[in-house]
Nanobody, 119 residues
């Protein structure tokens, strides 16, 4: 199993920045990719960005420019740098990780971290 713990959320004013962290433990050596998603109240969970174990990134088009995903393999941690935050960015932010367990490709989710953008 892979366990994920997000941190770094909080209250920020419009135009501000936050950096979220997602620390992986357990079978972190078997992770193939990790990603950040967000879910606003009453809405579906949306993809923000993904990053592979080799460092290749992919962004949802609407998230390009203000959000940057990165990872520190030595720390088994993925980050999401968020700049120019807007009230509509208010959501619970989740990370996930795809990993191999025996011959199965599984996914784990973190518990989420709340980001509130408000003045």
């Amino acid at each position: 199993q892979v366990q994920l713990v997000e941190s770094g959320g909080g209250l920020v004013q419009p135009g501000g920045s936050l950096r979220l962290s997602c620390a992986a433990s357990g079978r972190s050596f078997s992770i193939t990719s990790m990603g950040w998603y967000r879910q606003a109240p009453g809405k579906e969970r949306d993809l923000i960005a993904t990053i592979t174990s080799g460092g290749s990134t992919n962004y949802e088009n609407s998230m390009k420019g203000r959000f940057t995903i990165s990872r520190d393999n030595a720390k088994n941690t993925v980050y999401l740098q968020m700049n120019g935050l807007k009230p509509e960015d208010t959501a619970v932010y989740y990370c996930n990780a795809y990993y191999w367990y025996n011959t199965r490709h599984l996914v784990s989710w973190g518990q989420g971290t709340q980001v509130t953008v408000s003045s």
